[in-house]
């Protein structure tokens, strides 16, 4: 059974110094892009590594060297002193991985393959090889048939309506059909090599890197064989090195779009059977695990990889020949007034490609479900923890990326169509209207402009009733007339803060205030609820816009079907180009990206082992990056710079928290440390705002649950005369709208009420969650208003200097161990709301001591 105590191990003065002074504190920041500056809070900075998109920052100056605390109020005595000094400060800025210019807006476009990506990764931790292998199918199928979606719809465009010169003006008008068929053909080849080259050079920038660890003496670390099968983990040595797998995957998508085009243009002759073929093998490829193809012998393997090639470029040179060559008739055939046979059947396979992809989903993650999955936990530190969407993410990120994609597509083809029509991009509703009339848009493609518009409609009303419960919910809770869970949370929350006593009753306005902050940020634990919601009406308006389109019924008002894929392809177009605009503001401005970068970090977080066409990896340059400058730091060249073993402090805020937390296994597994401990000794970590739990480990439970935190604690854990203790602090508060603890919840548990090594601060449940109130609740001193909470930024500069503390806390060593059950109340029956370290504030919740350093480890 867990239970804490204080140490006095490294509170002297001298030792202090010591362990400061041969540790660097390495921050990471979380998806703002902090720059350095801001990052390492010094007006000069030095860039003493990486590039100009990812690199590692020092203060300039020598006397801004260090992170050393600001003078406090010793408790009791009211003398003001010195803290001491504090580690080396260095910081690694990674921001301009995902943000920077605002072209990178353009990869909004990718998006549903972004989120295949992460359907991919969002699987329950259920353990079932036969399950992972069907889910990891359905993520490759769903991948592939989403790139064909987006090939059909170019094809359509530049081939399908190119053959009607009736819709034509200008010198087009005039063309030989054949002539127009070729010329059509080039709008979805450039699309395809497009994407191809987009996916080219941003793998130059982030896959291509790996990492180059040493030992602590100095020994290079061998690159270990690459790992068989569909998925590595944390604790795997390539999981941030996957050049071979997206490599084989890009060539299998390129080459199925490409056989696509050649499909067009061969339609109706023997020869189709070509780029059938490429499509059939490119599949079956797409299925296989990494290292599938190199199981066989090496020329066969060759051989297998240069055939397709061969056979697409056969195909797309005799199309060509064919389509300038045929006659009237024979194009007739394949592109008269039967419908565009071609280009409906395509779209029909890729629509069953698509449905395939998203049943194999939904089959492994409600068998997963019924198979007795339940809450995993870990070995004894962390509580187990429930999936986001009942276990079912992965299929819900999947139906999302299938519906957002289907709405892209729509919208983008009947916007071509309009602009072969009247050579306008401005196309208005009445022109969308008249194509879709036409009868040249296919049925597949007509229901995801009607799903859109349909599905646009249910989320403005889900939304209207969202915001309407919200603030009721808020407003109910900081009033004190809400009895619900959110009110019980707040209340206990507040007393566990800001203890009220008879004598010294607090301000009533001021608590309402609180109140309403630690709902607000409560509010994030409902965001699966929101999500699955999302995904159920996608799927139900996807369904009823298939009728429509189908049955062609008349609706009431006069309104068409067609009508209905007018406005619905209309505000798709729309929608894509606001997402770009908002994401080119993001990748520009600090405050938007703030408000938005956290989705588009958590969807580029993962490799692109599912969709290698989608938005770029940045973990898998950040991580080497790391792990390459952390063994570095902890080897012997530099403890003799310093004079002793030397440390590092792993400090990550946000989605640096998990950024640091991968490392700390990656680096565990390439240095060997469960053979050789001694090698990942001197590293320490401290999160805040962490989103580990709360947010990866609900959605990403395989990666991020409480069996590889278990992992992560494991690494850190050192074992001395007077019990164990790991070498991780976690800060957390109420009003964090985004990270929290790490051993429990979401939502938080409350802290056990135990003083830890530094004075003030309650730890529990776990040794290394530190808490403290925020903000704080006494109005400064000289003004009028009270101070604003901190919520989710604002740990480095807290005026407690809590942060500080942590950091001198994991240099020195002087962490909390077991002593004393964390599921009861401490010795002598005290509730946690009255132990002594909570009675901090005086009368009507003035602070009278501001007690952010222990006695001893201030002199």
């Known amino acids: 059974m867990e239970v804490i105590e204080a140490t006095d191990e490294g509170r002297a003065g001298g030792a202090t110094y010591g362990a400061c002074d041969r540790t660097v504190e390495l921050r990471i920041h979380g998806v703002s892009g902090t720059p350095p500056e801001e990052l390492l809070d010094r007006p000069l900075v030095v860039q003493v590594g990486g590039d100009a998109t990812a690199g590692f920052h020092r203060p300039r100056l020598a006397a801004e060297d260090r992170d050393d605390r600001p003078a406090v109020l010793e408790e009791g005595t009211g003398r003001r002193v010195a803290a001491g000094p504090g580690p080396r ?5 990674w921001g301009g991985l995902t943000s920077g210019a605002p072209s990178r ?17 969002a699987r329950t931790d259920h353990g079932r090889p036969g399950l992972v292998r069907l889910h990891w199918w359905g993520a490759r199928l769903l991948a592939l048939a989403l790139t064909g979606l987006y090939v059909v719809t170019s094809v359509g465009v530049g081939v399908a309506l190119t053959a009607h010169p009736e819709r034509l003006t200008g010198p087009l008008a005039t063309a030989a059909p054949g002539t127009l068929l070729a010329l059509g053909a080039v709008v979805p080849l450039v699309h395809v090599l497009g994407l191809w080259l987009v996916s080219r050079r941003t793998f130059d920038h982030y896959e291509v890197v790996r990492a180059r660890v040493v030992t602590p003496q100095g020994d290079r670390v061998p690159c270990a064989p690459r790992t068989a099968g569909y998925e590595r983990h944390l604790d795997t040595h390539d999981m941030w090195f996957n050049a071979v797998e997206v490599t084989r995957l890009r060539a299998v998508h390129v080459q199925t779009g490409l056989a696509l085009v050649a ?17 059939a093998q490119a599949t079956a490829r797409a299925l296989l695990p990494a290292g599938a193809e190199h199981a066989v012998r090496p020329g066969v393997a060759r051989a297998s990889l240069r055939a397709p090639w061969v056979l697409v470029a056969g195909a797309l040179g005799g199309g060509v020949v064919r389509v300038l060559e045929a006659g009237p008739a024979q194009l007739d055939a394949a592109w008269g007034p039967a419908g565009d046979a071609a280009f409906r059947w395509l779209t029909v396979a890729v629509l069953v490609g698509v449905l395939a992809g998203l049943a194999l989903l939904w089959v492994s993650a409600v068998t997963g479900r019924l198979a007795g999955w339940g809450p995993r936990g870990g070995a004894g530190r962390m509580a187990p923890q429930a999936p986001a969407c009942a276990g079912l993410a992965a299929p819900v990120a999947a139906t999302l990326a299938t519906f957002v994609g289907g709405a892209f597509a729509g919208g983008l083809y009947l916007y071509g169509a309009s602009y072969v029509a009247t050579g306008s991009w401005t196309a208005s509703v009445g022109s969308l209207q008249h194509v879709a009339g036409s009868g040249a848009v296919p049925p597949a493609v007509a229901v995801g402009a009607v799903a859109f518009l349909l599905g646009l409609a249910l989320v403005v009303v889900l939304g209207l009733v969202g915001v309407v419960v919200a603030a009721a919910v808020v407003s109910g809770v900081a009033r004190g007339r809400w009895a619900a869970e959110p009110g019980r949370r707040a209340a206990a929350a ?16 001021r608590l309402r205030q609180v109140r309403r902050a630690i709902v607000v940020g409560g509010l994030v634990d409902h965001a699966p609820a929101l999500v699955g919601a999302l995904a159920t009406g996608g799927l139900l308006v996807t369904v009823v816009a298939a009728g429509l389109v189908v049955a062609d019924p008349a609706l009431p008002g006069g309104t068409s079907v067609s009508a209905l894929q007018a406005w619905g392809g209309w505000l798709a177009v729309r929608t894509l180009v606001l997402l770009i605009g908002l994401g080119a503001l993001a990748f520009r401005v600090p405050a938007t990206r703030r408000k938005l970068g956290i989705l588009w970090d958590v969807a580029s977080f993962w490799p692109r082992t599912a969709h290698p066409l989608a938005a770029p990896c940045y973990a898998e340059r950040t991580l080497p990056d790391l792990a390459t400058r952390v063994s570095w730091l902890l080897s012997d060249e530099q403890g003799r710079l310093v004079g002793d073993r030397p440390q590092v402090v792993l400090a990550g805020h946000s989605q640096g928290s998990v950024i640091a937390a991968a490392t700390v296994l990656h680096l565990h597994t390439l240095l060997d440390a469960d053979r050789h401990p001694d090698r990942l000794e001197g590293l320490r970590l401290l999160t805040f705002g962490c989103v580990v739990r709360r947010l990866y480990g609900r959605w990403f439970p395989v990666y991020f649950g409480p069996r590889v935190l278990d992992r992560v604690a ?17 800060l957390w508060r109420w009003t964090d709208y985004l990270g929290g603890q790490v051993s429990d919840g979401p939502p938080c548990v409350l802290p056990c009420g135990v003083r830890g090594p530094v004075d003030g601060v309650r730890v529990g449940p776990a040794p290394y969650e530190w808490h403290a109130p925020d903000p704080t609740f006494a109005r400064p001193a000289g003004m009028t208003t009270y101070g604003a909470p901190r919520a989710h930024s604002g740990f480095t500069d807290d005026p407690s200097g809590l942060f500080q503390a942590a950091v001198r806390a994991l240099a020195v060593g002087d962490l ?29 919740g003035v602070e009278t001591v501001p007690v952010a350093v222990s006695r001893a480890s201030s002199t």
């Open 816 to 844: 909390p161990r077991r002593a004393w059950p964390v599921t009861s109340p401490p010795p002598g029956g005290q509730p946690w709301h009255s132990f002594p370290d909570a009675g901090q504030y005086g009368p009507n």
């Open 714 to 730: 494991d690494a850190l854990a050192e074992e001395r005369s007077d019990g164990e203790r790991v070498r991780w602090v976690n």
């Open 494 to 509: 507040l007393a566990d803060d800001y203890p009220e006593t008879p004598d010294a009753p607090l301000d009533p306005v």
């Open 105 to 121: 807006a353009l990869w909004l476009y990718l998006l549903p393959f972004t989120l295949v990506n992460v359907a991919a990764r």
């Open 263 to 279: 499909a067009t243009l061969l339609w109706s002759s023997p020869w189709v059977a070509v780029p059938a073929t490429v499509v």
């Open 89 to 93: 400060l260095e910081a690694y800025c």
